[in-house]
């Protein structure tokens, strides 16, 4: 019993001190900035683990999304150096539970996932015909946390205005909004949606009907399927509340990684919208789309 006890301790100890082995892992970077590790200096990158006793250079008009090993959200946006040993002090609290998640996104988004990225982009699946390209996924997948769906169709060759077409299941028609933007918000509880399970969306020119979307399902969830979803967010969302970039980017990898790829949609378009001059969250949100086939 004596020896148990000893080498439970001994593993104890040791796990703790891997887990321990970073201070932080970078999940956005912008601009020239570098880690100093020891003697030198080097570029940083996406993915990088800093120590303890690391040093960062942030260059003007940079950025940095940093998660701490504890699962603390940190962003660095103003040029100068920063002792890696003060950014923690920074830093209180936090969930393990959140690493699950931002070693999703750093896995997700590795240089292998990349590569994949350029292997499916020179084999693009161009089964859907429709010259508006709506930025949802399959019906399989179609299922929202949420109240609001942030609708996309950017990088179409079709002009607007555009005439948005909402419909329940038995095809009655709910909603025209017209929009010249490539983006529409859709609030589920707004009373015309409010007692519909599910929507059907659609979009196509207003000056000319024939340019038209594929018709895309949006599907609340079941008040079971929304309580199990609560539980987890609940887990992570004293973390992440406060409306960043990088609390928003973690936010798409929750949604990601529990198959709500409606809200991971919504969670990217939002930590572009306050980040828009940071490119790691626009690769991250195209690889997001490409591998789930939602950009074709």
């Known amino acids: 019993m004596k020896t148990s006890a000893i080498t439970l301790l001994f593993f104890l100890s040791a796990s703790a001190v891997l887990a321990q082995d970073y201070a932080f892992k970078v999940l956005a970077n912008k601009g020239a900035n570098e880690v100093k590790s020891g003697e030198d200096w080097h570029p940083i990158r996406t993915g990088a683990s800093l120590k303890k006793d690391d040093e960062l250079k942030l260059s003007p008009n940079s950025y940095m999304g940093l998660v701490h090993a504890t699962g603390k959200p940190l962003e660095l946006k103003e040029a100068g150096n920063y002792k890696v040993s003060d950014l923690e002090g920074k830093v209180k609290g936090g969930t393990s539970v959140l690493t699950k998640y931002t070693d999703f996104i750093l896995s997700s988004n590795s240089a292998e996932a990349k590569k994949n990225r350029l292997s499916a982009t020179g084999a693009v699946d161009r089964g859907e015909s429709a010259s508006i390209q709506l930025l949802l996924p399959q019906n399989q997948h179609s299922g929202i946390y949420n109240n ?137 949100y195209e690889d997001f789309l490409l591998r789930h086939g939602i950009r074709k």
């Open 148 to 284: 609001v769906a942030i609708i996309s169709w950017a990088g179409t060759d079709v002009a607007g205005p555009y005439v948005a077409m909402i419909r329940n299941m038995f095809d009655d028609e709910l909603a025209q909004i017209e929009t010249p933007e490539t983006n529409l918000a859709i609030d589920l509880t707004d009373p015309k949606y409010s007692k519909e399970n599910a929507l059907l969306i659609e979009v196509r020119s207003k000056n000319d009907p024939t340019q038209v979307s594929k018709q895309h399902l949006i599907k609340k969830l079941a008040p079971s399927e929304q309580e199990n979803v609560k539980k987890s967010l609940n887990e992570i969302m004293g973390e992440v509340e406060e409306q960043t970039a990088l609390n928003k980017f973690i936010l798409a990898g929750f949604y990601e990684e529990n198959n709500l790829f409606i809200d991971a949609i919504s969670a990217y378009e939002e930590a572009i919208k306050l980040a828009p001059d940071v490119n790691s969250y626009k690769e991250a």
